[in-house]
Structure formats: C-alpha cells, structure tokens
C-alpha cells in the first residue's frame, strides 16, 4: 500500500508494508519537521493572519494583542445583534455604544438598585423609597372630573368638568338646605324666593324666671336681676363645698350667723391634720354656751369677765392669775382622800408579817389593809422612797410568802372610809347627781388588770372601775371617772356611807357575773366586784401607790398636796398618838384618900368618841375633844405613846 502526507505539514504516512526496515528513518523525519514548525509557531514576532486558529494559552501569557490588529468582523461589532456569547470578546468600542445607547433607551432600573420597575404607564411616576433604598413606582389616580396625562416626560392634570361656576340659585339652595330647619334654641329658614335665611331666637325677659324655661334664652338685665336677687337669699343648706379660702366681709353693718331652728347650735369646725375637728359649739339650747375643744388662749395680760365686770379675772404673761374680788369655788374641797401622798404614819412606818387575821390600819394613816376568807398572802407594809417624780413617799406592800392556790372566797383590798356627811357635795340619790374622778400612781410587779370599787354602805349599791398595769415595777398614772347615782343618798352623819377598795388579791366569789360598771345593788359575796387578779402571786411582789385624788367631775386634775399640818389635822379626827412626854397630875399630896386627875385634850376634834390606851389609873370624862383620867394614891398619867382611836370600819 501506498504511503500517504498530512494536509499541513505534509508528514509521510506510510503504508501498510511498504519501507520495509525504513519506516524509522521515515518517522524520525516526521518528528523533525513537527518540531520545526512548533518551534516556528512559539516564538512568532511578526505578525501573521490566523484563519479559523485556536489560541491555546493554557499555562502561557498572551500580551500586547491590540484590538485594531484583531478581525473587527468578529470582534468588533454592533453587540445589540450578537447573542449572549461566552466565547466572543467584544472590543471597548463596542461596549461603550452599547452601554450609552440602553442607558437612554431602557424602561427599567433594574441596573441601579436591583429592583424590577414596571414600564411606566400613563399617570406613573417613578420615585426613590428612602425608607425601602430602592425605586418604585408611583401612580396617579385621577378623581371625579380630573384627568391625569403624560407624555414627552410632562404629566398634565386637568379638569374634565365643563361647568365651573356655580350660579347664585344653586348657592342659595345649596345653603338654605343646610340651613332649614331647628338648631338648639334658634330657629333657621330659608326663603327661595327672596334668597333670605332667616333666624329666630326665642328669648324671654323675666327678671324672677318665673317660666324656667328650657327652650329660651335669658336677656343679660334678667339674668343680672334674677342673680342679685338670690345672691342674698340662698338656702345656707345649699351651698357646696369650695376648694379655696373664702373671706366674709362687709364694709358695713353687722354680720350676723342664725341658727332659727328650735334649739339649733351653731358649730365652727375644721380640720386638725387629716382629722375632722369640732374646735367651738354654741349650744342654742343653753343659751349661748360656748363649748371650745381645747383651751382657751387669751392674749398676754388679758382679761376674762362679764358684761359688767370684763376685768374680774386678769391673767399676766407670767401666767399669774389676778381675781378683782374673792372667788367663789363650786368644789370646796378638791381631794376626799385623806393622807394621799402617803407621808402621814402615826402609828409606824412598817409592820411585817400581815396576812390571814390583820384587817386593819397599820402604818399610813387612814388606810386600811383588809382581808377575808383565809388568804395565805403575807405582806410587809412600809413607808417607801420609791416614788414618781414629784412625791416624796409611797405605801409599799411587799410579799414575803406568796398567795399560792387562791381560794374562792379569798379577798385582799386596800381602803378609804369616809363619813357621809363628808359627800353631800356629790348630790347622790338626785337627779342631778355628780361623776367623780379617781386618781392615783401605781406600780406593781404582776401585770394585768386590777378593779377599785365604790361601795355605798347606806344603800348597799356598788360600782366597779377598772385598770391594767401594763409594765411590771415601772410607775403608771391612772385616772378612773365614776357616774353620779341618782338612787339612794348617803346618810348625812358621822358614820361609815362609803368604801373605795383597791382590790388585790380576789376569789372567785368576788369575780363571778358581770362586773357593775355603773351603779347596782350589791348583794356581797355574790355580787361581781372585782376583776380577778393577785398582786402577790410570787414572793418579792410588790404593789405602790401613791398621789391618791378623788374629786367632783370628769377630769382628772393635778394632784393637790397638803401641808403636814393640813394632812394631820384630817387625819387626826380618825386618830392621834401623843408623841411628848408624860402627862401627869402635879399634887399628890393627899395621899391615897385623895384622887388626881389629869385631862388629854385633843388636838383635833374627833369624828365619834375614841378608844383610848396608853394610861394609868382611871379613865373617865372621855369624849371628841379631850380623855381623862384619875388615880388614888398615886399619879394619874397619859403615856407618851397615848392613843385616841376613832377609826371607822
């Protein structure tokens, strides 16, 4: 077979068979020709026309091709026609007309913020969303009688309405539509065939407004003349509460406030903090007595009196108070305790041992330690220092062997007895019966409540009052008010008409039913005296009190103190002790066929004829005012321990 030649380099292809042991040399030739024209190709520094070649620059750098040295008919050409080819390069000119020309010509702007924008159509704008970053459409919508046009980049809006001027009727009947018919308090109408809109007011000139009407307005004199005359006579029940100050006035003539209804007062009040207050009542019933919540402050060196006498009481800015004429005191006698500072102490100023059996006076004058049943309380009562600021003693009642088991009818007290005839100030048994205030200080070690009870021993009635002691061994005031009775007087005499009892020790006999916190029939053990307690609960206990008052009416005023010889003088009517030396007759010269006798005379009167002890030889002539007493033989005497017991129980 025949050799046959590549159609570009014209390499030998030989045959099947044929240059039998040539074939080499024929191969090698062919290789050297390739590599000549490889070689040739690689290193090209002219130029030369490439027909349908492919540039393989894989690996390698093709440089410094220009495109006018490249075939414009490929490269170089109108890019509107040529087909999104990725194996076409264009040239710069191309690209530019190509650019230019879309920019001017394209209908979206999906090239400058990568929104599609519809093609604009007639009445659209396009705008710039701030908000959004991005172009979008706007559109024109034309309303009734408007038309909406564009063209040339010009928007034109016009009006498709060809009748632009209303004519007077349709204005008139436009109006008067409006206007016909009733608004509040006018009446409005229009006439067609004038072109008028008439108004009609409804007014009424009434000076009292005697119609009250709703459907009219008032002229400005009726209104003027209707308010002056109520402005003088409104209901005072009709005013309503302001929220600013108001002044009453007047620039002449008298400003009078009257309260016409039957026994009216008239009440100033105001408020104390958030408090609602009643600072001053004038009671019309009682005839104009003025009742002030808290004191009344008169100015410094003032005075306080009557229509006639305006000066009687003058009061200095000190404090002093002045009366132009001796007073006239309603309670002549302010405290009914006897001895209530507890310094009076005749007899001794402590005694031990008092319990079971000791009923009785034993150290301060005028109180009595009392008991009933078989207690097993024992106390030592004494004269103390311990006192509240102002005092100089208190009664001291200390245990020194503890209640125990208190038995039902169990009862310690302390008490005060008083004459009769010594209360009649209290107006017991009267309507008009007085209240009475007890008050005193207190300390005891066992905390709770503890009662005083008045007892009326002519009438065999009671009342109960109670009080706590809320620290233990710490001084507390206390003040008790007890309502007047109006059942059954005290006797008006030397006797036992009452007992005040300050309850210590009780049994369940005294502290059954229901406390008599007003005046009741008492009927002994059996009725609810006292509130249970024991103030001798634990030894060591102890119960002081002093600053005792007892006085007429509902408040509790300062404690009164009373000289020693005032204490002593109302003491002493109950019991004196001779405290000077011995009393004797001076003759005894007779021997033992004559009697001498000696006479005691008293230095205070004494409520009732005393016991007296203490003596030598006979007594005789013994009454209220003095004792005596006679021997034979030898001196008659009283003693300087020499005792008149008039004490009542």
């Not at 108070?321 to 302010?334: D, M």
Request: hydrophobic share 35%; net charge negative.
């Amino acid at each position: 077979m025949a050799s046959t030649y590549t159609t570009n380099l014209t390499l030998e292809k030989p045959g099947i068979g044929e240059q039998d042991g040539d074939w080499g040399a024929t191969l090698n030739s062919n290789f050297d020709t390739i590599d000549t024209a490889v070689d040739a190709k690689a290193s090209k520094t002219g130029s030369e026309t490439l027909t349908n070649k492919t540039i393989d620059v894989d690996n390698n750098t093709v440089s410094n091709i220009e495109v006018d040295n490249l075939k414009s008919g490929v490269l170089d050409t109108d890019l509107s026609s040529v087909s999104g080819s990725d194996d076409t390069l264009a040239s710069a000119k191309s690209i530019k007309s190509y650019v230019d020309t879309q920019i001017a010509t394209e209908d979206t702007l999906t090239e400058l913020n990568d929104t599609s924008i519809s093609s604009p159509a007639a009445g659209h704008l396009i705008i710039y969303d701030n908000t959004a970053s991005h172009w979008e459409n706007a559109t024109l919508t034309a309303g009734s009688n408007v038309s909406i046009t564009n063209g040339d980049g010009a928007i034109t809006i016009a009006s498709t309405d060809t009748n632009t001027q209303l004519s007077q009727e349709q204005v008139e009947d436009y109006v008067g539509g409006m206007l016909d018919g009733d608004e509040t308090f006018i009446s409005v109408s229009y006439d067609d065939t004038d072109g008028n809109i008439d108004f009609t007011v409804p007014v009424k000139d009434e000076d009292a407004m005697g119609s009250d009407s709703a459907t009219h307005l008032a002229t400005q004199q009726s209104i003027k003349a209707y308010v002056d005359g109520k402005v003088g006579t409104v209901p005072a029940d009709d005013i309503s509460t302001g929220d600013a100050a108001v002044t009453l006035a007047t620039s002449a003539g008298n400003i009078t406030i009257d309260a016409q209804g039957n026994d009216t007062d008239i009440i100033l009040k105001g408020t104390d903090g958030s408090a609602d207050t009643t600072f001053l009542t004038i009671d019309g019933s009682a005839a104009g007595e003025a009742t002030f919540n808290a004191g009344i402050v008169i100015a410094d060196a003032g005075n306080i009196g009557s229509a006639s006498d305006k000066d009687a009481i003058a009061i200095a800015s000190t404090g002093i108070v002045t009366f132009a004429e001796q007073p006239s005191l309603p309670y002549a006698v302010k405290n009914y305790i006897y001895n209530g500072d507890t310094s009076l102490c005749q007899r001794a100023t402590s005694v031990t041992g008092i319990g079971n059996g000791d009923s009785g006076y034993h150290v301060q004058d005028r109180w009595q330690f009392y008991e009933t049943g078989a207690p097993n309380a024992v106390v030592t009562m004494s004269r103390s220092t311990d006192v509240p600021n102002g005092f100089q003693y208190s009664m001291k009642l200390l245990t020194t062997t503890n209640s125990g088991t208190v038995a039902s009818g169990d009862l310690i007290y302390l008490a005060q007895i008083f004459e009769g005839q010594d209360l009649y100030a209290w107006k017991k048994g009267t309507s008009d019966a007085l209240p009475v205030t007890l008050s005193f200080w207190v300390k005891a070690s066992q905390t709770g409540t503890y009662t005083v009870r008045f007892l009326d021993a002519d009438n065999n009635r009671h009342i109960s009052k109670t009080y706590a002691i809320s620290s233990a061994d710490t001084w507390e005031y206390k003040s008790l008010t007890y309502s007047g009775d109006t059942t059954g007087a005290f006797a008006r005499d030397a006797a036992t008409s009452l007992y005040i009892q300050w309850g210590l020790v009780a049994g369940t006999d005294w502290t059954s039913g229901t406390l008599a916190t007003s005046w009741a029939s008492s009927s002994g053990a059996t009725a609810n005296a006292f509130e249970p307690c024991d103030a001798f609960d634990d030894d060591d206990d102890e119960f002081l009190i002093t600053g005792i008052q007892l006085q007429l009416g509902n408040t509790a005023t300062a404690f009164q103190y009373e000289t020693y010889a005032e204490n002593f003088a109302r003491c002493a009517r109950y019991y004196e002790k001779r405290i000077s030396g011995i009393m004797y007759s001076a003759n005894n010269a007779g021997g033992s066929s004559y009697y001498d006798y000696v006479q005691w005379q008293f230095k205070v009167r004494k409520n009732k004829i005393p016991a007296c002890t203490g003596h030598t030889g006979t007594q005789q002539q013994i009454n209220e005012d003095s004792a005596g007493v006679y021997n034979s033989g030898a001196y008659p005497q009283w003693s300087a321990t020499s005792v008149a017991d008039a004490e009542i129980s």
